[in-house]
């Protein structure tokens, strides 16, 4: 049971590839209660580009118990993986060599996790850009010992969005995700169900997790040398795999990309320079479709896109960083934003019908208003601190209060590039540089990318949970940085409640 490794997994009946469709594939992984390997992707025949056929990760399998909870299993532990072809990595997974399950969920559900530690190291899972209750947030405060279990459960009370699991233990993370541990979690509600888009997960719905790793002689991740924005790869990977290729049968195809890497920041766009259509950003779908022909993802964020199939294969390329997101910075090939890789190969299949136009209205967005701020607050992003001071676990940064509203003025003051979290709330961008943001930017978002020299201003509530012991993170997701200590910690109080944190032990 390994996933994905699709070589030494592949099936071995002999048939050819293109007589088991993806969408067979999946619908007998749906049949079969146990997680089938990945490995069971049918492969190419006739590739004759070295590519590998794109790996899903399954749907997790869940059960709803008697009280209505939505039940997930995810097992992180050690694996092998065939990351290179023929070569096998060790690697960290969920329920799997690398990544995880995609977790999905409708919102109203109550979803219940056990969550279960077999590595040898402490972890944690966080659930980025969903709002919880401060204890079940998976940061540095719900570690996971080895051998030890945990089990977080809510109620999912948000928009319909492709969110992503982490871990989060403090000071380790950049590691623990660049061997492999991270997984989506997509939340369906009324407006993605009705939004008449591609929704056919595996076949033109598709996960897209992108990740950049360096490989040592023998096919180890290489975890030895970093640069100030963290370990940067010279590989890429998509779904865990390097060289990926995906055969599309529809006339377009809907892309949930997360860029998951560390510290690398990618340009997308499409190899003959066509249009896509981005349909949602972080925390759900955008107001409506935005065409784009570059998309900036920094370390964390997502992006839904939807893009044309003609009848030739397109590439998904990450494109060098342009000027405006800082790519004509003197270090620009220390931070590898001069590096171009080819992400992932579109290619038609089978017969098409023509693509029906996108939606012209997706969602409702009600926009928040600085009016009805209660607090606005500064954050200075510099070298590996935020405000001068680096993260510790045992002091609160700041107290906010249960459902009122507040302005967050984010400013980069060094020459690196960095971005900027919140966890438990999505905010919306008010703007950037004192302009209003570009509508790819314009929805609900969890992190937001700022450049050297940049200053945005986010505006964002605290709904429903108070929590006068355990604080929620805010901090740069370039992995490195944040393990360093660019992070700080908010408790979210009922008005005239005491905050009373828990005192952490010494690290
Ligand atoms: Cu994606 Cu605090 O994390
Ligand atoms: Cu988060
Ligand atoms: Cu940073």
Redesign the pocket.
């Known amino acids: 049971m390994k996933y994905p490794s699709p070589v030494r997994h592949a099936p071995s009946s002999g048939s050819p590839a293109s007589s088991l469709s993806r969408r067979s594939f999946l619908a007998g992984l749906a049949a079969v209660p146990v997680l089938t390997a990945l490995g069971c992707t049918p492969r190419a025949t006739g590739s004759d580009t070295g590519l590998r056929p794109l790996p899903i990760p399954p749907l997790a399998p869940s059960t709803v118990d008697a009280d209505g909870m939505r039940h997930f299993t995810l097992t992180a532990a050690p694996g092998t993986t065939e990351m290179l072809p023929g070569k096998q990595t060790p690697t960290w997974g969920f329920n799997g060599s690398v990544l995880g399950p995609t977790v999905r969920a409708r919102r109203g559900e109550q979803v219940g996790f056990t969550i279960a530690n077999r590595l040898p190291e402490t972890t944690s899972v ?5 709002h919880v209750p401060a204890r079940f ?3 540095p405060h719900q570690s996971i010992e080895p051998g030890g279990r945990w089990t977080p459960g809510w109620t999912i009370d948000q928009p319909g969005a492709t969110l992503w699991y ?1 871990p ?1 233990p403090h000071g380790s993370t950049e590691k623990h995700a660049y061997r492999g541990l991270a997984g989506m979690f997509i939340v369906d509600d009324a407006d993605t169900d009705a939004a008449g888009l591609p929704r056919d997960y595996g076949v033109d719905d598709i996960p897209l997790i992108v990740q950049d790793r360096r490989f040592t002689a023998d096919g180890r991740l290489d975890e030895s040398t970093s640069s100030d924005v963290g370990l940067l790869g010279d590989t890429v990977v998509t779904n865990g795999i390097a060289g990926t290729y995906l055969d599309i049968a529809a006339p377009r195809v809907r892309l949930r990309i997360l860029n998951g890497s560390g510290g690398r920041i990618y340009n997308f766009g499409l190899a003959d320079g066509g249009e896509f259509s981005m349909i949602a950003g972080d925390g759900g779908l955008l107001p409506r479709p935005v065409s784009l022909t570059r998309l900036v993802l920094s370390p ?1 964020e997502r992006a839904e896109i939807v893009v044309p199939v003609g009848s030739s294969p397109v590439r998904l390329r990450a494109f060098p960083i342009d000027a405006a997101h800082g790519g004509n910075s003197r270090e620009a090939a220390d931070f590898g934003f001069t590096d171009t890789f080819d992400v992932l190969e579109l290619r038609p299949a089978g017969t098409r019908t023509g693509a029906p136009a996108l939606p012209a209205t997706l969602t409702t967005i009600a926009r928040l208003h600085p009016a009805q701020a209660v607090a606005r607050r500064r954050f200075d992003l510099q070298w590996y601190m935020i405000n001068g001071e680096r993260m510790d676990m045992n002091r609160i940064d700041h107290v906010s209060t249960v459902d009122t509203t507040e302005v967050w003025t984010v400013r980069n003051r060094d020459n690196w590039p960095h971005n900027f ?4 709330t999505q905010f919306q961008i008010l703007d950037i540089d004192g302009q209003a943001p570009p509508p790819h930017l314009a929805g609900w978002k ?2 937001v990318y700022t450049p050297r020299g940049a200053k945005v201003r986010l505006i964002m509530k605290f709904s429903d949970y108070a929590d006068p012991t355990l604080p929620y ?1 805010y ?1 740069c ?1 370039l992995m490195l940085h944040e393990d360093k200590g660019m992070m700080g910690q908010f408790l979210v109080l009922c008005p005239g409640q005491r905050a009373a944190p828990k005192k952490m032990p010494a690290h």
Request: glycine content about 20%.
């Open positions: 966080h659930w980025h850009g969903m947030d998976g940061g982490h989060h964390g979290h919140v966890h438990d969890d992190t993170m901090h997701h």
